[in-house]
């Protein structure tokens, strides 16, 4: 059983569906949800965020094991779970240099110098909500 709860503010009937399947134990099947991973998809790392089917009861909410990706789609989920740890592990620690790494590996940023503009550029627009980079 996970105790994640998904983020449902843009799709209120799942809420109500979850909630549902919860209090009434009902078994709801619900298409997709985000979960930690947990082995649902057994070639991504277990604490990757992804969205599989689940099945919501008086248990809670438990992801259906959807097995193996394919190896190239796996390897392009592998290469964003990555950027994304170092979102993170820049985010908490405040550190620009992990931040500009995340950057440089996402294959969306095109070069370098992109990857500077981009962060200088979200530093300013965000600044209030990260003061953790303005030391």
């Not at 394919?70 to 964003?80: D, G, H, K, L, V």
């Not at 779970?81 to 993170?88: D, E, M, S």
Request: charged fraction near 15%; proline fraction near 7%; glycine fraction near 6%.
């Amino acid at each position: 059983m996970s105790t994640w709860i998904p983020n449902y503010w843009h799709h209120p009937k799942k809420a109500f569906d979850i909630i549902r399947g919860i209090t009434y134990d009902t078994n709801e099947v619900i298409d997709s949800a985000n979960l930690p991973n947990n082995g649902y998809i057994t070639n991504l790392p277990a604490d990757a965020i992804v969205e599989v089917p689940i099945v919501v009861s008086g248990n809670g909410i438990n992801g259906l094991g959807m097995g193996e990706l394919p190896r190239p789609i796996a390897a392009m989920c592998i290469s964003q779970i990555n950027v994304q740890h170092l979102v993170v592990d820049a985010g908490a620690t405040g550190n620009k240099e992990l931040a500009l790494q995340a950057l440089l590996i996402d294959p969306c940023v095109p070069s370098a110098r992109a990857a500077e503009a981009i962060f200088n550029e979200l530093m300013e627009i965000n600044k209030d909500f990260l003061p953790q980079f303005n030391k």
